[in-house]
């Protein structure tokens, strides 16, 4: 009996493979040679239709999902770099746009489900699924294992089409089970050339994409992800439809003229790119997407994305993040800031999707969090999340209202409502005008004429004048979706890398433009820019303390003037426990200590023991008098919506806007 079976399933392999070989496959290039006039100054937001009912997000450039399934499937996948992976997401991008009820368990680990309290039953097979779900099959794109950019070009078609992407051996597995489905397009061979040069074959694959599926992908989401990562953010952006490319945003790579025909047609304004850089390059990847109107939500390792961005029931409504108090700091004699030392610890890095539903959650539920020592941690967050991940936001925000992390607070990471560098989109022009005569000039003159360098940069300057407006347009909406989605979450404070070149200061200009956009939030951090002078007693601070005041609350039933102001007590560090312990002494011996201090200290969450750390910032404090400082206590922390609301009493305003609102 076991040899009929092996016979018959051998049988069935054997045609699928002469298929392979007379199945005609999809022509690799284009017969159009017309020169590409270039992308028009802005693209319209009208884009294809998401399937199965999806919708994108009234707001944000975010695709809605269906109410979750009470319980959901989950599908063990054991290799990291298996090809049944690819497969299983571009299922789930079709099932759970109808209804979120597949998702995946790597090595069986069930943990994150346990923790946000979703149902599930564990498969035991992988392929089990898809007789589970065989409704939903309705085709397939093959990809080739020898030209892993494929892969990216299989799941975006698959996502546009509606239809799984799979290897070959994949699809020939399914067959021989029972589930047929036809095949869409087949891009094996066709992406080979003879020397195998891999910068070669990945440009041919991504200058097919733009070409012939491009203008039929999402807008409002583009995806950067390595061929390799087959676990993670699949499911999404083959949901929405999005193109997925794996190319250098460094201005200097060979990618880089590729990859700008591709960001220069997104919605300019109202479009999110998700995953992250080749190389790890963060300085590029933002600085790309911030000069295309577009902000990033890091999501290369985002399992589960359409399993978690399910809305929620009916009736409920998101957790709001409860008011800070700062009563125990205030003379209740004078009204004054009683003057200590206020420090507020800060956890980085909340912009990354993937770090709020990965490493934020097992540091969250973390022993070390017991530590009476630990300060109060001021978490970075997506304010989006409240909409893109509501069952993330609600289990976070309601463990601090009313679970055991009461002391903790919140505020945005960089730089709001997603991450963006302002310096590049307020002074876009001047950034642009820059790099255009850069490159221009980098050209070696035998490959040049002296009139086609002019030439050249007297066309990239004109185009970054017409831009600029409309870049500048795109960073304010995004200040008004951070104030939005800052309201809806309770949050007051928004960390922020300013990323200015030259100028050591945050302008004026700039603060007076956005502060009219952000009425709800009473602080700023800007990271990585020094807005304020260092007190001479202390190290050069690394960033600067903006707080948010009203000079009028209110002008004819509307806002009053604003002003974004340094507060001269103000520091940021970057570093934790030998950085604190080096100013701590200076404050705990400050001669007369007539005025508050405020000291914020930013811990990064892949830090080893980060909060066995974080916890020595606050015994450097308990330990002066050991150490043969003054005994004077005057050392408190604090959140950083706590440090807001004192930062604005100190300077006579109100304890924060939103309650003049």
Excluded at 7 to 34: G, I, N, T
Excluded at 391 to 414: A, I, K, M
Aim: a negative charge; one cysteine or more.
């Amino acid at each position: 009996m076991l040899n009929s079976k092996l016979k018959r399933l051998f049988s069935v392999l054997m045609v699928l493979v002469m298929l392979a070989l007379v199945f005609p496959a999809v022509v690799a290039c284009s017969d159009d040679d017309e020169e590409d006039p270039g992308p028009p100054i802005v693209e319209p937001w009208d884009e294809p239709e998401l399937r199965n009912g999806l919708e994108w997000h009234e707001n944000l450039p975010w695709s809605v999902f269906p109410e979750r399934a009470e319980t959901i499937y989950l599908v063990p996948l054991m290799n990291p770099y298996a090809d049944i992976n690819i497969t299983v997401q571009s299922l789930m991008a079709q099932v759970n746009s109808v209804e979120p009820r597949i998702g995946i368990a790597e090595n069986r680990d069930t943990t994150v489900f346990q923790q946000l309290d979703i149902d599930y039953y564990l498969l035991d097979d992988p392929f089990e699924v898809f007789h589970i779900f065989s409704d939903y099959i309705r085709g397939v794109v093959i990809y080739d294992t020898a030209s892993p950019h494929t892969i990216n070009l299989a799941c975006t078609l698959a996502g546009i089409e509606g239809v799984l992407a799979a290897s070959f051996m994949v699809y020939a597995t399914l067959a021989a089970q029972g589930i047929d489905m036809p095949i869409v397009a087949d891009y094996r061979g066709q992406f080979i050339v003879p020397d195998r040069d891999p910068d070669v074959e990945r440009h041919m694959v991504y200058e097919y994409m733009f070409e012939n599926i491009y203008a039929r992908a999402a807008r409002r989401t583009f995806v950067s992800l390595n061929p390799a990562s087959t676990l993670t953010l699949r499911d999404y952006a083959m949901a929405v439809g999005a193109a997925i490319t794996w190319l250098d945003f460094a201005p200097q790579h060979m990618d880089f003229p590729l990859l700008s025909k591709f960001l220069e047609r997104t919605a300019l304004g109202n479009a999110s790119l998700l995953g992250w850089s080749p190389r790890g390059d963060e300085g590029s990847l933002i600085n790309a997407a911030s000069t295309n109107g577009m902000f990033v939500w890091p999501s290369d390792h985002s399992r589960n994305i359409t399993v978690l961005a399910a809305r929620r029931p009916e009736g409920v409504e998101p957790v709001q993040l409860r008011p800070a108090n700062v009563d125990e700091f205030i003379n209740p004699m004078t009204g004054e800031v009683i003057p200590y030392v206020y420090v507020a610890v800060g956890m980085a890095d909340g912009d990354n999707l993937q770090y709020m539903k990965g490493h934020m959650l097992v540091l969250w539920n973390h022993h070390q969090r017991h530590d009476p020592y630990l300060p109060p941690i001021s978490w970075t967050v997506s304010p989006a999340a409240v909409e893109l991940l509501p069952v993330l936001h609600d289990y976070f925000f309601r463990d601090v209202n009313e679970g055991p992390w009461q002391r903790d607070s919140f505020l945005t990471g960089p730089s709001g409502i997603g991450y963006f560098y302002p310096f590049q989109m307020y002074n876009y022009l001047n950034v642009q005008t820059a790099t255009v005569i850069a490159n221009a000039n980098a050209i070696p003159s035998d490959e040049i004429t002296p009139e086609e360098r002019e030439a050249l940069i007297e066309e990239g300057i004109a185009r970054a004048e017409q831009r600029a407006p409309l870049i500048r347009d795109a960073m304010m909406r995004f200040y008004d979706l951070t104030n939005r989605y800052c309201r809806m979450a309770g949050i007051t404070a928004i960390s922020t890398w300013y990323q200015g070149v030259g100028d050591p200061w945050v302008p004026d200009s700039f603060l007076d433009l956005i502060s009219p956009r952000l009425p709800n939030i009473d602080l700023m951090l800007f990271q990585g820019h020094n807005r304020i002078h260092a007190n001479p007693s202390t190290a050069r601070p690394r960033g600067g303390m903006m707080f948010k005041g009203w000079d009028d609350p209110y002008n004819e039933g509307q806002p009053g003037n604003t002003s974004m102001a340094a507060h001269p007590q103000a520091h940021f560090y970057s570093l934790i426990g030998g950085a604190f312990r080096a100013f701590a002494p200076v404050y705990a011996n400050s001669p007369q200590n007539a005025s508050p201090e405020f000291v914020t200290v930013q811990a990064v969450p892949w830090t080893d023991n980060v909060l066995y750390r974080m916890a020595s910032v606050r015994r450097a404090s308990y330990n002066l008098n050991a150490e043969g400082i003054s005994g004077r206590d005057v050392i408190r922390f604090i959140t950083m919506d706590q440090m807001a609301m004192l930062l604005r009493i100190s300077e006579g305003l109100p304890a924060t806007q939103t309650a003049n609102m």
